[in-house]
């Protein structure tokens, strides 16, 4: 009887945190929906997008752009909240010094998938825009550019790499669980380095300095995945030696 209700004391508390959080999403929605020209204003002054005409080819792309601006800047405004409720719920299970390191990863999180965003968008994407429209125009073809593919192909680069500055967050998770060790971590360095420069070449354009504009940054994300799981390595080691004195 106990278990039952304690499992339908959870789902009342799933239900709770489930309803602020898409309660948050659709005011977030109604709030993107209203300064969503302004964001495409301010997206069409980019370098990237200042010389390329957005044409629509259908009566409901500039809708759906206009929608899909909209959903992109509500989940943006809505992940924090929906971390700290997942947080929130996990939290009863953690101790204190386990709930303040994990509370940590929200900040942690954040600021990596804004850092990556911004690279993506503000480096990578122009890089691969001018190299494609040099491509087109070396075979002669007209460009014209629907807003639709514009915005598909601008999504593909940007979130990719965006999950990618998530690496240090996700490689001390799994150390924190016992999957990986700062010693795993070194002994795979060198296929590591390897899987990043195919990585980094994919999504930049097929020169040497765009490959090196990224591939760097991802590098350095790892070497950083490996530094903070040697640190959370050391504080394990230390913890019996504070407690014994």
């Known amino acids: ?41 301010y997206i069409r002054s980019q370098p990237a997008a200042v010389h390329i005409e957005w044409n629509v080819f259908s009566f409901t792309d500039g809708l759906f752009i206009y929608m899909k601006c909209a959903f992109i800047f509500a989940m943006f405004a809505t992940l924090p909240l929906l ?28 600021f990596l998938f804004v850092s990556g965003v911004a690279f993506s968008y503000y480096v990578v994407f122009p890089m691969m825009v001018q190299f494609m429209k040099k491509m087109n125009q070396s075979i002669g073809a007209v460009e014209t550019y629907g807003i639709d593919r514009y915005f598909s192909f601008m999504f593909n680069i940007i979130f990719p790499l965006a999950v990618a500055f998530e690496m240090p967050v996700v490689v001390l998770f799994l150390t924190r669980i016992g999957v990986l060790t700062p ?26 300095v765009s490959h090196l ?33």
Do not use: N
């Open 183 to 208: 010693e795993r971590l070194k002994q795979v360095r060198k296929y590591a380095y390897l899987g990043l420069a195919i990585t980094g070449s994919c999504i930049s354009p097929p020169d040497f």
């Open 83 to 110: 971390l700290y409720h997942v947080w929130a719920f996990v939290r009863p299970g953690l101790t204190e010094s386990e709930a303040k390191e994990t509370f940590a990863y929200i900040p942690a999180s954040l």
């Open 213 to 245: 504009s990224v591939t760097i940054p991802l590098i350095l994300l790892f070497e950083l995945s490996v530094v903070v799981s040697g640190q959370y390595y050391r504080k394990l080691a230390a913890k019996p030696r504070e407690q014994l004195t």
């Open 1 to 41: 009887m106990e278990a039952s209700e304690e499992l339908v004391g959870h789902l009342a508390e799933i239900r709770k945190r489930l309803i602020i959080v898409i309660a948050w999403f659709v005011l977030a929605m109604g709030t993107g929906l209203y300064i969503a020209p302004a964001i495409l204003r």
